[in-house]
């Protein structure tokens, strides 16, 4: 049986694009199990989480580690996304795939509210109109009146105008002081686009740069990878490189922008 010593001198051997690779491996395994063992707080009574979106999709393209960590603790999760993602004139099909995607990531059928709204289409070159987007999510807080809001912060995560919308809107809406009192909201940080395919590698700045910070186990990546492949629409083949390195499948870290109280 060879030693540390032969094994070693042997891999050094291989050549240099097989040696990367392996070692990259390793530590992102290593990465990864040092941080995603953390013990979940059980709140004393279920909360509900009201996560806004801009597309189908979203919710498990950047969502995902923060909509399982809510799910596991036994809170209620609802996903209001205020377009049909029609923009290649496929919307039905695309809101039948978010109801499969969310199911998959433990949110029932009723918990998902769609907008369809002419004033609010799927498109990266045209800007929401805020009035419209406002009183379609005003409607949704008042309705459900949730615990904690989420949503994408000023950058979107790729600055798509949808996305960054969501932003706006809600600030508006705190700034306004129209947030119900009990009602606290987060946005998803933007990473930069080095970190973003940093995938599990990512984590450690997660946890410096954050105080509340959701890390998916392999388990729930795997759900994640599951909603995802739901959106059979999306699927070319870049997403799956998407699936491999992007940090948002592993990690999410969320920043409080407006708090009326103790949830």
Known sequence: MAGWKEVFEIFCQQNTLTVI?????????????????????????????LLITAHPDDECMFFSPTVQAETSKG??????????????RIGDKRRKELIKSCSMLGIPERNVLQVDH???????????????LQKEIIAVIYGLQPNKVITFDSNGVSGHKNHTALYHCIQDICGKNRMPNHTRVFVLKTTSILRKYLSILDLP??????????????????????????????????????????????????QEVCHHGDC
């Open 118 to 132: 002419p004033k609010l289409p799927d498109s990266p070159s045209i800007v929401w109109d805020a009035t419209v």
């Open 21 to 49: 690779a392996f070692t990259y491996f390793v530590i992102c395994i290593i990465t990864y199990f040092a941080f995603i063992w953390r013990k979940v707080k059980i709140p004393k009574f279920p909360r509900k989480i």
């Open 205 to 254: 700045l997660a946890y410096l740069t954050s105080k509340r910070t959701f890390v998916s186990t392999p388990l729930k990546t795997f759900y994640a990878w599951r909603a995802m492949f739901a959106h059979r629409s999306q699927l070319m083949w870049f997403r799956f490189l998407y699936l491999i390195f992007s940090n948002y499948m592993f990690v999410n870290s969320l």
């Open 75 to 88: 809170n209620f999760v609802y996903v209001l996304c205020l377009s049909k993602g029609d923009y290649y």
